[in-house]
């Protein structure tokens, strides 16, 4: 299948500070990326959905001006935790799919607040 | 009504039977399907995709795909106990809104 990259795979940061985590499709054009956030033991939740060259539309409940967004291209994604608080450590994946095609997962990156 | 629904398991099996793992679905617009599955700690990894109605078989495992019934399923034939894992599933909205909404995943043991 299709490789997506996706970097840190881990992060600790202190609370109040900022946090960007990479997603990068190496071997095909991600018309479409997916950030999902999952807690232990649960399913992953949809954060937002991008394409590229437009803003990002996100689920209900997430705030847009704390989780940042960025889908510049079509190779790369970005999200980015601002202000981190305890309660944002979680894992977070990406997703990314061309067109119609199916979606592949980045390695998720684990994101702890201290 | 849960967009995505699945049993959560735990599913234990016999290593070398058979696992039947089952999602229902509620936008009947949804045109793909997709299993995946995520070992602990892990992202998930795509296993199958599925189109159309009836069968689609890929080495020991199948997806059964029945609209009308907005049901999918994935049978894991001769389990083995690395096939332990949790097992989730997609359905895609097509479209330029499409997005990709996952159930909370069925847990499947395989005991030697």
């Known amino acids: 299948g299709a490789v997506v990259s996706q970097h840190p795979s881990w992060v600790i940061c202190k609370s109040g500070t900022s946090v960007k985590i990479e997603c990068r499709s190496l071997d095909f054009q991600a018309t479409t990326m997916f950030w999902y956030r999952q807690f232990p033991k649960q399913s992953l939740m949809l954060m937002a959905t991008?394409?590229?060259?437009?803003?990002?539309?996100?689920e209900q409940g997430v705030e847009k001006d704390k989780f940042l967004i960025n889908h510049a291209s079509l190779t790369l994604s970005t999200l980015t935790v601002t202000s981190a608080h305890p309660e944002d450590s979680s894992f977070y994946i990406c997703s990314a799919r061309e067109g119609q095609g199916s979606a592949f997962f980045g390695q998720g990156t684990r994101l702890t607040v201290v | 009504q849960k967009e995505v629904e699945q049993n959560s398991g735990p599913l234990s099996v016999p290593e070398g039977a058979i696992a039947s793992l089952n999602c229902t679905y509620s936008d009947r617009v949804s045109q793909s399907f997709f299993w995946y599955r995520q070992y602990s700690g892990k992202s998930p990894e795509l296993i199958m995709s599925i189109y159309s109605n009836g069968d689609k078989e890929d080495g020991r495992f199948t997806a059964q795909l029945n609209k009308a019934s907005q049901y999918v399923s994935l049978l894991i034939r001769d389990s083995q106990p690395s096939d332990s894992a949790t097992y989730l599933c997609a359905p895609w909205r097509s479209g330029n809104t499409g997005k990709l909404i996952f159930g909370q995943g069925t847990t499947l043991q395989v005991k030697p």
């Open positions: 991008s394409n590229e060259g437009s803003k990002a539309t996100y």
